[in-house]
């Protein structure tokens, strides 16, 4: 099974600032990987696929880059509904696996 | 517009069975593959099954193979998940999702499986 380790678990920033959320994978999922965000009572949103593809309707500060085992997601600058968890998620290998997620707090 | 309606949660002992269904409206439900992902009240996501779009293959976690079955009925737009010999650490709220994109795009709200004696 491919492990995906989130950091940091917390994130806190304040809106208008820079945030930068890693995900390493403990094997190569090849550009498989992809970038949910999830808020309190809802359902997980797709943000980012094949690494770094934004899906339809994600605004243009939410960018995904890396490749094998080391993934970034970063938010240019942060809106107050960036506030939430965010989590990774790979397809490469059978079962898929999630990220434990970062929590993105207001400083 | 895409729609998918999670049912059948509810409170149940260890060792008993659940079935959940998941109906869905708003695309053709015979062309996408159809997952469960579970998450354990404030804890994260955790993928549990997936149904290719016509049900001829299925894959699980490990934490759950051999105790739950996935499967679809195209004609009604609707996948179940069917979980045998459930245990604590199943309680959780169970989303369906499907993946029009290659990923798990659209999801459900989920419902709340509680395993308690």
């Known amino acids: 099974e491919i492990v995906l380790t989130q950091s940091p678990t917390t994130l806190s920033l304040s809106p208008g600032e820079r945030a930068t959320l890693s995900c390493r994978a403990s094997?190569?999922?090849?550009?498989?990987l992809a970038w949910y965000q999830q808020k309190p009572g809802q359902a997980p949103r797709l943000l980012i696929y094949d690494t770094s593809n934004r899906a339809t309707g994600i605004p243009a500060r939410f960018s995904g880059s890396g490749s094998g085992t080391d993934f970034t997601l970063t938010i240019s600058s942060l809106e107050p509904e960036d506030f939430a968890v965010y989590y990774c998620?790979?397809?490469?290998?059978?079962?898929?696996?999630f990220g434990g997620g970062t929590k993105l707090e207001i400083k | 517009q895409v729609q998918l309606v999670e049912s059948g949660g509810g409170v149940v002992q260890p060792g008993r069975s659940l079935r959940l269904s998941c109906a869905a409206s708003?695309?053709?439900?015979?062309?996408?593959?159809i997952h469960w992902v579970r998450q354990a009240p404030g804890k994260g996501l955790e993928w549990v099954a997936v149904?290719?779009?016509?049900?001829?293959?299925?894959n699980y976690a490990d934490s759950v193979k051999g105790r739950f079955t996935i499967s679809r009925d195209n004609s009604k737009n609707t996948v179940y998940l069917q979980m045998n010999t459930l245990r604590g650490e199943d309680t959780a709220v169970y989303h369906c999702?499907?993946?029009?994109?290659?990923?798990?795009?659209?999801w459900g709200q989920g419902t709340l499986v509680t395993v308690s004696s």
């Open positions: 149904i290719w779009f016509d049900g001829s293959k299925s």
């Open positions: 999702a499907t993946e029009t994109s290659g990923w798990p795009d659209y």
């Open positions: 094997q190569s999922v090849g550009n498989y």
């Open positions: 998620h790979q397809r490469r290998n059978w079962p898929l696996t």
């Open positions: 708003g695309f053709t439900f015979s062309s996408y593959d």
